[in-house]
């Protein structure tokens, strides 16, 4: 098995190299995109706006997040690769971007109640402290609540990177040039399953381990901050 292993990275390290740039570049991209989405959703979840007794903003913001969170991402990754083409005709010269917008927003759902929990977790007295010193409701959130929820959220959304790296996975469903779908190529080309996997396996742990080791360091340095 060793020997195969040494032969199989001799001679399709370039594959390994190209799907882990990929799986790098797609969870970047995921999660950036993420974060906007999920920005927008947070600030509908916590919108006080009403129309009669709803509050529009935060219902539809609160039905997507449940109906993302309660359904298989890949649920969601058919439902895209196959509907959003047949919506969108143009779409279907490129389905590569019916994954990464599927992916986009399902993180974006998970990125909401980060942030949304991140808000939260601030002191309701610092807003009252804000309001008594005749600051306006952006600038109390941009100014005293946010600072001091962006060192709860910050950990939360790097983990959320090193969740998306192992999720992207699911995506070698269509093939989108990640690391599982480097394995499927090599699979087919030398017939070893057990080898080519056990290589794809360590480059996941050495992405994720790592990205672990740097939250670990940023959280550190948060708490020391305070």
């Not at 390994?16 to 970047?28: E, K, V």
């Not at 599982?180 to 396996?201: D, F, H, R």
Request: hydrophobic share 50%; aromatic share 10%.
């Amino acid at each position: 098995m060793i020997n195969n292993i040494v032969r199989i990275l001799g001679k399709y390290w370039n594959l390994f190299l190209i799907g882990t740039g990929n799986t790098l570049l797609l969870s970047a991209i995921t999660v950036a995109f993420g974060v906007l989405i999920g920005s927008l959703l947070a600030v509908m979840r916590i919108s006080k706006l009403k129309v009669g007794n709803c509050r529009p903003l935060n219902l539809l913001a609160t039905i997507y997040v449940e109906l993302i969170r309660g359904t298989p991402l890949l649920l969601q990754l058919y439902f895209f690769y196959f509907l959003l083409p047949m919506l969108i005709p143009a779409l279907s010269i490129n389905k590569n971007f019916s994954i990464i917008l599927a992916l986009c927003l399902n993180s974006g759902a998970y990125v909401a109640e980060i942030i949304r929990a991140g808000i939260s977790a601030v002191d309701k007295g610092q807003t009252e402290a804000a309001r008594s010193l005749g600051l306006n409701g952006r600038q109390t959130m941009m100014k005293v609540i946010f600072p001091q929820a962006i060192k709860n959220i910050l950990p939360a959304l790097c983990n959320e990177f090193v969740s998306v790296i192992k999720e992207t996975s699911l995506a070698s469903t269509f093939f989108v040039g990640d690391l599982m779908t480097q394995y499927k190529t090599i699979n087919g080309a030398t017939y070893l399953s057990i080898e080519p996997l056990i290589v794809v396996g360590i480059i996941y742990f050495v992405l994720t381990f790592s990205l672990s080791k740097v939250i670990a360091v940023l959280e550190r340095r948060l708490k020391t901050s305070d």
